[in-house]
Structure formats: structure tokens, C-alpha cells
């Protein structure tokens, strides 16, 4: 392909001192910053110009929105120890600790279902108010990131074999900037706990 | 990168692989080239059959009405088709149209090629940033065939509360827009890291041509401020889809009984998200235009450009500058004067660069011995209808002249000023400049100077009268105005504009001359493929590195990899044997 003619995609660029993919990613975390900081500042506005506006507290399950947090936070060491494993050149390591990160983002969205499923068993629609609006808009996207790196995650996996075996570099790569997405998908959760649950 | 490889690839690809489904920066740049002209034609036809109806309201169609039974009965418009017209006019030249022009085709094509690099970072996400391009539009497109309301008719702005309730067109305006705006995103982070990693040795950020600094700015635009949309197109979607209320207050009434909504949303956050792209994307427009231009002027006038680090840092400015103006578009939403002040402050700021940019153009043409090509001519012209785009802005910009002029043909007048004789007109001439490059032969020249002076002579009957029926304070969104029969009409409400009805007709008629001079341009872009003017690697005689290549530039571009040694305009350089010194010829020691 033409990729074998385009440089720095596995070793770094000498003045930038990132490769292709590296940059690429963070410029993408930007745009994602950018439409989460959007929905943020509608937040803001929405609550602030609403005296109806509830507490988070007093609908929403602080108990398990903790554990979930805790979840996503060990995910993300263990997707950091996945890409240390293939720095030392542990294939075997790399599994482990991958499919650990993917189990650990099911049972996030299974607390998840759990929370979702009781809301609406109690009538709490995104139509009910716009708390509940902005709680469901701002916690779906965020889901809809962590299926997303769920299914990237477990192609890295499924294909570890063969892409170690060939590139392992740039497989390293990969696996770094899957990284990069994955914390930042955890950022995004560390904003919406408190900001949903506990103000 | 040698010919071996060249000719190895040319057994492995199939016809669909390389010209279809191709990760080939060229060959993507030439796609949505296409496709953006289509669909520009397309929006163009949208505003011809609105032009019939605002020359001559209520008159059945001849044979053109028969083709809409639903939108036209007996060949008389409806409003809610008239609304789907203007709606999707502005949509499709914007959002299908200019910005994949610019920034899609000649961002593709040319910064690889400029910067010198093989393809762009990432081949085939570039290629996904086009089918995902095509999808939304076609989204858009399949809009029209709705059974029930067609297509969105909100205008191009989608404001809610209109937007919310408005029929299925919208949901699908909504879904067609996240994919051109995720298209965006995937072109622009490509252009990018193409421009930061894949430079040639040699080429400092110094020595870029302008087109690439344009593009360059021009990407972080849309990095930027597309996101936020997404965030209201995301919002909107679950007003319309879950029942949220975000963009609905409460207490609002629809058909007179209260809506069953919960309320407590806010009409003007929408607007806040909106224009916080919709600014930065007027110079999403512009930017790229300007660069094209640059190049063309710095070629045609044969002398270095004037100002080559003033243009770059005024780019740079202005798109700074465009994230902090948002807000002069809603001068009329009641959000206080302190807040109007404050973006009125910014408004006059962001001119000033615009200035220095035209400015630094302007200089360049003094004592060029100028060459007076089709390409040439565009350019030549854009700068003049640029200049009126942007010196009617500034009354709009002022928060007290803006509350008379708001929301009236003005308005039109003046961003129609900017974008379509100003902007289109720079893709025009690009396109007139790199044809020779991409296809191996020149465009008629003649034909394209037919196309030229039509365009130009028409384009200004088309948008000056607008200026003056604004002036008299014609309200933009009006789709008839009965002169005769019964009930109220519209000069009854707006009897001081009744003087200047006529000037619709002349607009009409204009619009479709303008309309017919573009068939020339059609018909000289395919004939000439075949029966063009054969040319060699640099039929202009041209520095930049993308004419150092093969015609047209094989899969992987330059046949051995190039190095700068110098600036990108070195034309007429004193003691050189010609009056081009390109990029990559190393100087003879003095």
C-alpha cells in the first residue's frame, strides 16, 4: 500500500517528536473536547436558567455511579499496563491486560443498563425535565464512546497475534493512541460524576 | 519511492480500486472536486426556480412547475416549498458545496503535493472522510423525497423552535449534517498532520506556499468549531426524537393550544452553539479562496508576493479572531447591549486583518508584468467583489445599523458578495489553474474567458439589486407578494419597498443568464479532457512544488523525493537565467 511511502508512522518525527498517529489522535481529543465542552456550557445554561432544576442526589444513584467510576479508572490502568506489556515485549501481557480493560468496560455499561432501566421503571424520561434530558443525552454519548473503544479495543485484541507478529511497532503504536482515547473517555466520565450526580 | 514501485502497483490495483475506492490523496481531491460542483449546481438550480416565484409571484411555471406535483400544484409554488428551496439552497452551497470545493478537492489535491510529501498521513481515512461526505449529502438530498413535508424547511440556520416542530426533512437534515461534520473532522486532522509531519527537507513553515498556511488555519477551524454544532444537532435530535425540551420554553404555543412539552429549554443557546461554527465557518469559506488566489496572483503577476509573513500572520489572526464573533448574528435576540458591544468590538477587529490580507494582494499586482489568462482574470476579479462582500459587512457588524438592516436582502447582498463572486470565484480560477496539472491539458482558454465576463456581468445584477432592496428594508424570507387581489400583500406591510419590486425581475433574469454561462464551464471542463491544449510538467511557469511533478502526478507523486532551498514566490529573481526559480532547484553559488 502507500502507506510503506509515508513517513514518521512508527518512529517519532525528529522536531515534532510524535508519530503521525500520536498527533492525529490528540487533534481528534481536541474535537472531542470541543463537542463536550459544547454540551457542558448547554448544561450550564440550561440548569442556570431553570429554578425547577434538581439536585443530582435526589434522583440519581450516587453508590452505583461510584462504583462505575471506580471501574472506569482501573480500566484505564489496565489499558496503560497493556501497552507497557508490548513496550516489554510481552504478547501474553498485552492479552491479559486488554481483556481485562474490555471486561471492565462491560461491566461498566451493565451498571450502566442497571441505572438507565431503574430510572425508567420509575417514569424519569428525558422528556419528564430537562435534567433528565440533559442526564440521559450526556451519559448516552458517553456510552456510545466507551462501545465504541469497546469494539476497537477487542479488534486490537482478536488481531494481536498476527499484527504483533508482523509490525510490532506500529502495533505498539496503535495501541498507544487506542490508549490516548480510552483515558480520554474516562476524563469525560470524571466531569460528568460530579457534574450530573453530585451538584 | 522509485518507478519499480510505480509500475508494481499499477498490476495489483483494479479500475474500482484506483478510481472508485482509491486511498489516493489525487484521486480523492478529484472526486469530491466533482461531486462538490455537482451538488453546487444543484443548489444553484434550487435558487433559480425560487427566483421564478419572487419575479412572479403566483404565476404558474411553464413546463419546469409540471415537474413538482406536490411542491408545485399547477405549477404554482407553496411556501413550505418555497421554504424547502431556500433551506436547502443554503445548506447544499455551504455544506456540500464550497467548503468540500476548498477545503475537500483542493486541500486533497494540493497540500500533499505542495508540502511534497507521497500521500496525505492517513490514506484511508481520507478516503473515508469523502464517503462520508457523500452519504450526507446524499442524506440531504433523499430529504426532498419525503411523502410527508419533504425536505428541512428551517432555513439553513435550523433555528428551533420552527426546527423542532418541523417535519421529517429536519430529522434527516440533522442525521446528513453529523456525517459531513464527522467528514470534516476526518479531512481536516488529515490535513493537518500532513502539513506538521510530512513536510520535505528544506521546507520550513516559512517557505509553505500561502495555500497551505490557509489550509492550515482553515483546519483548525473546522477542528474546532464544527464539534459544537455537533453538540446542537445532537440536542436538537433529542428534542425532535426523545421529547426533550432544550431549545423549548415553556408555555409555548403551536396551533393555538400549549405544547405538551416540559419546558424550560432555551431558544437562544441553539444560537450560541449554531454560530459558534457557523462564524469560523465563513472563514472556512473564505481561507482557502484567499490561499488559491495568493498563488495564482504571485504566478500570473510574475514578482515575489508583497508581504509574504504579514499575509500568513493576518491568516492566523483571523481565524483566532473568528472564534470571538459569533454572537454579532444575534444582535436582534435581546442579549443586552453590553453583550452587543462587546462583539461589535471583535466584529471591527476581525476586519482588520481581512484588510491586510486584500491589502497585501492588491500591492502585489503594482509593477507585475501581468498575465492576463483565464485563472488570472478570476482572481483578478475576486478581489474587487471581495472587498464589496466584505466593506457592506461592516454596517451588519455595527449593533445599531444591524437592527434596521437585519434579516433583510442586504444581508443576502452581502454574504451572496462574499462567497459567490468572491469565493466562487477563487475556485474557479483554481480550478482553470491546476486543471492543466491534474489532467495534462489547459481548459479552453477562450470559453473560459466567455464563462468569465458572463459570470461576472451577471453575478452583479443578481446581488446589487439585493443591496438596494434591503436598503428599503425588503425582508428576506418573504416567498409572495400579490400585487393584485384581495387581503393584505406585502406592500401594504412594506410600502416604502413597493418602488424597488421591480428590481426582482432583473435579479431572475440575471440568476438564470448567470445559470446559463455555467453551462460553458460544464461543457469546457468535460471536452476538455479530451481536446484540451496539450502541456508539459509547468505550463505556468510556476515555484511551487506540486509542478515539479509528472502530469498528471502518479500514485506516490514525485518520482524521487524533492528538497526546498527556497522561498515559494522567487519570480524575476535578479541574475537567474529565468524569471521562476521553483522550490526545489538548489541556487547556483554566486
Redesign the interface.
Same mark, same amino acid.
Given at each position: 500500500m502507500s502507506d510503506a511511502l509515508i513517513k514518521y508512522i512508527d518512529t517519532p518525527h525528529p522536531v515534532t517528536g510524535v508519530t503521525n498517529s500520536k498527533l492525529g489522535m490528540w487533534l481528534f481529543l481536541a474535537t472531542e473536547v470541543m463537542l463536550f465542552g459544547g454540551l457542558f456550557s448547554a448544561y450550564i445554561i440550561l440548569r442556570s436558567g431553570d429554578p425547577t432544576w434538581p439536585h443530582g442526589s435526589q434522583f440519581l444513584d450516587i453508590n452505583l455511579a461510584t462504583i462505575n467510576t471506580m471501574v472506569l479508572i482501573t480500566s484505564s490502568v489496565t489499558m496503560v499496563m497493556s501497552w507497557a506489556s508490548l513496550m516489554m515485549k510481552s504478547l501474553s501481557k498485552f492479552r491479559l491486560y486488554m481483556g481485562v480493560t474490555i471486561i471492565l468496560s462491560f461491566v461498566f455499561l451493565v451498571i450502566k443498563y442497571f441505572e438507565y432501566s431503574h430510572k425508567i421503571h420509575l417514569g424519569y424520561l428525558p422528556k419528564t425535565h430537562n435534567f433528565f434530558g440533559i442526564y440521559f443525552t450526556l451519559t448516552g454519548l458517553h456510552g456510545l464512546h466507551i462501545i465504541g473503544g469497546i469494539f476497537v479495543n477487542l479488534y486490537f485484541l482478536i488481531t494481536s497475534g498476527k499484527a504483533w507478529r508482523e509490525a510490532p511497532t506500529t502495533f505498539t503504536g496503535r495501541i498507544e493512541a487506542a490508549g490516548l482515547y480510552w483515558h480520554f473517555v474516562d476524563l469525560v466520565w470524571i466531569f460528568l460524576f460530579p457534574a450530573l450526580y453530585l451538584l | 519511492?522509485s518507478h519499480e514501485?510505480d509500475s508494481h502497483h499499477g498490476h495489483e490495483l483494479s479500475f474500482i480500486q484506483k478510481y472508485v475506492f482509491s /486511498?489516493?490523496h489525487k484521486v480523492i481531491g478529484i472526486q469530491y472536486g466533482i461531486t462538490a460542483l455537482t451538488f453546487l449546481f444543484f443548489g444553484f438550480v434550487l435558487m433559480m426556480l425560487m427566483r421564478w416565484q419572487l419575479a412572479y409571484p403566483d404565476q404558474p411555471m411553464p413546463i419546469v412547475g409540471s415537474l413538482f406535483p406536490n411542491g408545485m400544484p399547477n405549477g404554482l409554488m407553496t411556501g413550505d416549498f418555497y421554504n424547502e428551496l431556500g433551506a436547502m439552497h443554503g445548506t447544499i452551497m455551504i455544506f456540500l458545496g464550497v467548503v468540500p470545493l476548498g477545503v475537500g478537492a483542493f486541500g486533497n489535491y494540493l497540500v500533499p503535493l505542495q508540502v511534497g510529501? &507521497?500521500?496525505m498521513? #492517513? &490514506?484511508k481515512?481520507n478516503a473515508a472522510s469523502y464517503w462520508t461526505y457523500l452519504t450526507g449529502g446524499l442524506i440531504m438530498f433523499s430529504s426532498f423525497f419525503l411523502a410527508e413535508g419533504g425536505a428541512a424547511q428551517s432555513g439553513w440556520t435550523s433555528y428551533p423552535p420552527l426546527s423542532v416542530m418541523a417535519g421529517q426533512g429536519q430529522t434527516f437534515w440533522l442525521f446528513g449534517m453529523v456525517m459531513l461534520i464527522t467528514s470534516s473532522?476526518l479531512g =481536516?486532522?488529515?490535513i493537518?498532520?500532513t502539513i506538521?509531519?510530512?513536510r520535505v527537507p528544506g521546507l520550513s513553515f516559512f517557505k509553505l506556499p500561502f495555500h497551505v498556511w490557509a489550509q492550515f488555519v482553515t483546519s483548525f477551524l473546522l477542528?474546532? $468549531? #464544527? &464539534?459544537?454544532l455537533? $453538540?446542537?444537532g445532537?440536542?436538537q435530535l433529542?428534542d425532535r426524537l426523545?421529547?426533550? =425540551?432544550?431549545f423549548l420554553p415553556s408555555g409555548l404555543v403551536m396551533g393555538e393550544s400549549v405544547m405538551d /412539552?416540559?419546558g424550560?429549554?432555551?431558544v437562544v443557546?441553539y444560537q450560541h452553539?449554531f454560530w #459558534?461554527l457557523a462564524h469560523p465557518e465563513v472563514y472556512v469559506l473564505i481561507l482557502p479562496a484567499i490561499g488559491l488566489i495568493t498563488e495564482i496572483i504571485a504566478t500570473n503577476t510574475r514578482k515575489p508576493l508583497y508581504g509574504y509573513k504579514t499575509i500568513i500572520y493576518a491568516a492566523i489572526f483571523l481565524g483566532f479572531m473568528s472564534f470571538l464573533v459569533w454572537a454579532h448574528h444575534m444582535f436582534m435576540t435581546g442579549m443586552g447591549t453590553v453583550m452587543s458591544d462587546f462583539f461589535q468590538v471583535t466584529t471591527m477587529i476581525i476586519s482588520v486583518p481581512s484588510v491586510v490580507i486584500l491589502t497585501v494582494l492588491i500591492i502585489t499586482l503594482w509593477g507585475g508584468s501581468i498575465r492576463y489568462n483565464v485563472p488570472m482574470c478570476f482572481a483578478l476579479a475576486f478581489l474587487p467583489m471581495f472587498a464589496i462582500g466584505g466593506l457592506t459587512g461592516l454596517p451588519l457588524g455595527l449593533s445599531a445599523s444591524d437592527i434596521y438592516l437585519h434579516d433583510t436582502y442586504y444581508v443576502i447582498g452581502h454574504f451572496h458578495y462574499v462567497v459567490a463572486p468572491g469565493t466562487l470565484f477563487a475556485l474557479f480560477a483554481a480550478v482553470y489553474h491546476w486543471y492543466p496539472k491534474a489532467v495534462g491539458r489547459k481548459m479552453s482558454s477562450f470559453w473560459g474567458k466567455v464563462h468569465f465576463w458572463g459570470s461576472l456581468i451577471s453575478i452583479n445584477f443578481v446581488f446589487f439589486p439585493m443591496l438596494l432592496q434591503g436598503i428599503t428594508h425588503l425582508n428576506r424570507r418573504m416567498y409572495n407578494y400579490p400585487l393584485t387581489g384581495e387581503g393584505t400583500t406585502l406592500w401594504d406591510i412594506y410600502p416604502h419597498s413597493a418602488s424597488i419590486q421591480y428590481l426582482n425581475e432583473v435579479i431572475s433574469i440575471a440568476a438564470w443568464v448567470l445559470g446559463a454561462f455555467q453551462l460553458v464551464f460544464i461543457f469546457n471542463f468535460f471536452l476538455s479532457i479530451k481536446f484540451g491544449k496539450k502541456v508539459n510538467d509547468n505550463p505556468w511557469e510556476a515555484t511551487t512544488l506540486e509542478w515539479a511533478t509528472p502530469t498528471p502526478p502518479p500514485?506516490?507523486n514525485f518520482l524521487t523525493e524533492p528538497t526546498v532551498y527556497r522561498g515559494p514566490y522567487e519570480y524575476s529573481v535578479p541574475g537567474e537565467k529565468e524569471d521562476f526559480s521553483p522550490q526545489h532547484i538548489e541556487p547556483k553559488p554566486a
Open positions: - | 519511492m514501485h /486511498v489516493d510529501a &507521497p500521500d498521513a #492517513f &490514506p481515512m473532522l =481536516s486532522v488529515n493537518i498532520v506538521v509531519q510530512l477542528l474546532l $468549531a #464544527f &464539534p459544537p455537533e $453538540a446542537a445532537v440536542l433529542m426523545a421529547g426533550t =425540551s432544550f /412539552v416540559a424550560g429549554g432555551n443557546l452553539l #459558534f500514485h506516490g
